[in-house]
């Protein structure tokens, strides 16, 4: 971590250094500083906090810099050279000449003398005649081609890439605000190219590059500087691969996924943090639970670089910052392509007549956008064929033995599954209770594609779900499908609400809006208000106008009835009042302990003895023990305590003095249990 001429450990108990592994620090003092300061604000190890910021083929001893095996001739194969020896093998005389040019690395060697080069080298090193070294490999820089010309951009777009431009050199957290296709990543290119001109990097994070390799693509041709890109999906070698082309300052703009906010860019330019009010920015299981994009804006604050935070739907907690001052406002009002925003109705469920989840309206307004060449898009946020197995007769409803939840009905799989713990079995055909015949209940992405291509027979359908699109290159190809105008109705989760920009879309059927309605997490409205937006974004982006109706039981619901008045501002406004009223955060500051176990008592038990340790502390308020929603999952029960306090500073005093205590439970050794810093999930 850092160099001392003196310590006060007692001498015995000082170990020698045995190597220097890096002549240069793998983690600059920047960064450095980036991981103490995360170790210290999220109260985690610094040494699990650094493991998590490099690949882990680092950690088990790969080297810093790609090395290749390179072979050379010593001075006593020299002078059997010399001596014509060995004179009865043709091919080790002639790897034996080859060396005496100069070095040759392996694939040099490959190249001129075939592949039986290694079988002449064996005997060769025997004897001494040669040997071989890994040295580092010469690095190829790839030959970007010209970058592509973007378009030229309108006064909005312009204006907010000006203040970001006269922003780089110092610190300033911008949030571009744009309502969706309104042209924020042509902003974001404009606001690399100049940190690229002044000789800088851009380092980008996205949500999930999976589902958004356009961007990835608009990013490589736009630029044309060399890019690294980090995301899991990666293999362990990848990731290295990556990492070396970042840390060695080879590639200009670095590209990737949560963890990408750690990686080593030096001559750091620009931050971009694209959808900012993605949950998928923050970690929330493992050891290091931690919100990368609010280490974006630590990290770039260090740097002394200006940050972008984009969001057609920015978090509630961003929003906050704004009107506190702390954030300045970037606003794209107008979609890019002049299309007019998409109109946004409810259709009442109660009132309308309804076959497989879709309502007769919905329906009607299907046909009438398909039969003008339209795409539509039906978005309901359940994979599976349906929900819920059940029995007529004696009401049986397959469960899942290991969690409290019900197993989902996957018929094309004849299975049955738990989207929470995994478990897999087969679709039974009768009762296992009474004999009777079963049947699904309820509807998933599954089952209303087999509705759609029923209503609309010979209309090709895609679905989007996890269990279609597996791997990367399926969801291309389904995307190509739509992009294509084969597809002419796509049935989707969540995998269809991101970035995507298919321009003949021009209808959006939201099938069930009711799930995030009456949660017990605060934060279910904002995400419910920020899922419907993002979905009805995919409307209407090109020449002819979208519509977007959402289905509902409650079209009474003021989050709603505010969204479709007002849009996300006017739901955001109340929102933060909300929040306000209710000391929530961003009013609030808050803190989870989670604990599970293999019985509810000892996870209760554990937290129980957990906040008794903190009576009478000052400052904060602890709630609970309580279990979880769904208190069993995978088999353990897990429950929840939370630490709230009306400011940080009182906040992380506590929790350093608390802590160490919890720590030392005996209960806290039988359960498993870890701190989440900022939860953005409650149960
Ligand atoms: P967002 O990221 O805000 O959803 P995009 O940057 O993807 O929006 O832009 C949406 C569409 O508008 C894209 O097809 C893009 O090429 C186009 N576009 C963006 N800016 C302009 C512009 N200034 N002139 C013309 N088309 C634009
Ligand atoms: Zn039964
Ligand atoms: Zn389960």
């Not at 190597?19 to 210290?40: K, T």
């Not at 702390?326 to 109109?343: D, E, G, M, N």
Request: glycine fraction near 8%; include cysteine.
């Amino acid at each position: 971590m850092s160099c001392a001429e003196r310590s006060d450990v007692p001498e015995e108990k000082l170990k020698s250094v045995l190597d220097v592994l890096d002549e240069r620090p793998i983690v600059d003092s920047a960064l450095l500083q980036l991981l103490q300061w995360a170790a210290g604000y999220y109260h985690h190890p610094i040494g699990e906090v650094v493991a998590s910021a490099l690949p882990t083929a680092l950690r088990t001893g790969a080297s810093t810099q790609a090395s290749e095996e390179c072979w050379r001739i010593t001075s006593a194969g020299e002078q059997a050279c010399a001596r014509g020896e060995p004179s009865r093998a043709p091919k080790q005389r002639q790897l034996l000449q080859e060396l005496r040019t100069g070095p040759r690395a392996t694939h040099e060697l490959r190249e001129r003398l075939g592949e039986s080069w290694r079988a002449a080298a064996r005997p060769l090193s025997v004897r001494g005649w040669i040997e071989s070294a890994l040295v580092s490999a010469r690095d190829v820089p790839d030959i970007p081609s010209a970058p592509q010309p973007g378009p030229p951009l309108n006064d909005e777009q312009q204006a907010a890439a000006d203040a970001i431009q006269s922003g780089l050199g110092r610190f300033g957290a911008f949030v571009l605000q744009g309502v969706t296709g309104s042209g924020k990543t042509e902003v974001y290119l404009r606001a690399a190219q100049r940190a690229l001109a002044e000789g800088r990097t851009a380092l980008v994070l996205v949500p999930e590059i999976g589902l958004t390799p356009q961007l990835v693509g608009r990013f490589r041709e736009r630029l044309a500087a060399p890019m690294a890109v980090l995301h899991s999906g990666l293999t362990e070698r990848e990731q290295l691969v990556a990492w070396r082309e970042a840390f060695s300052g080879r590639a200009r703009v670095v590209l990737g996924t949560r963890s990408a906010v750690f990686a080593p860019v030096s001559n750091l330019g620009i931050i971009i943090v694209d959808e900012e009010h993605d949950a998928s920015y923050k970690q929330h299981d493992g050891g290091f639970r931690y919100s990368a994009r609010d280490l974006a804006v630590m990290r770039a604050r260090g740097a002394d670089v200006p940050i972008v935070l984009g969001s057609a739907t920015p978090a509630i907690e961003t929003l906050h910052n704004l009107e506190s001052g702390r954030y300045s406002r970037l606003r794209l009002t107008r979609r890019a392509t002049r299309a007019a925003p998409p109109r946004l109705s409810l259709i009442d469920l109660r009132a309308h007549a309804q076959s497989g989840g879709l309502s007769t309206p919905a329906v009607q307004a299907m046909a009438e956008h398909l039969a003008a060449g339209a795409q539509v898009l039906v978005f309901l946020n359940r994979r599976g064929y349906a929900p819920t197995l059940l029995c007529t007769a004696c009401g049986w409803i397959a469960p899942c033995a290991e969690c409290d939840a019900r197993l989902t009905v996957h018929l094309a799989a004849r299975a049955l599954r738990c989207h929470h713990c995994g478990a897999d079995a087969p679709l039974p055909r009768r009762c296992p209770q009474c004999g009777f015949a079963v049947k699904p209940v309820g509807q998933g992405t599954e089952r209303v594609e087999e509705t759609l291509t029923r209503i609309f027979p010979g209309v090709p359908v895609v679905r989007l779900d996890r269990d279609v699109i597996r791997r990367p290159g399926e969801l291309e190809r389904a995307m190509h499908r739509i992009a294509s105008g084969e597809g002419r109705i796509v049935i989707g989760t969540q995998m269809v609400t991101k970035g995507h920009d298919f321009p003949n879309v021009t209808l959006v059927v939201v099938l069930n809006a009711d799930q995030g309605l009456f949660s017990a997490d605060f934060r279910a409205p904002e995400r419910l208000a920020q899922t419907i937006v993002q979905v009805a974004g995919r409307s209407g982006r090109g020449e002819r106008p979208g519509e977007v109706l959402v289905q509902t039981e409650f079209p009474e619901h003021p989050l709603l009835t505010g969204l479709l008045a007002e849009g996300y501002e006017g739901f955001a406004r109340t929102a933060l009042a909300e929040r306000r009223a209710a000391a929530w955060p961003p009013f609030s500051r808050l803190a989870a302990v989670r604990g599970s176990a293999r019985t509810a008592e000892a996870a209760l038990a554990f937290l129980t003895e957990a906040r008794a340790l903190a009576e009478g502390a000052h400052g904060v308020h602890l709630l609970g023990p309580v279990p979880a929603a769904m208190a069993k999952r995978a088999g353990r029960h897990h429950a929840q305590l939370l630490i709230e306090s009306r400011e940080r500073g009182g906040l992380h005093r506590f929790l350093e003095a608390w802590l160490p205590r919890v720590q030392s439970l005996p209960s806290a050794r039988r359960v498993r249990w870890a701190l989440d810093v900022d939860p953005i999930e409650l149960f």
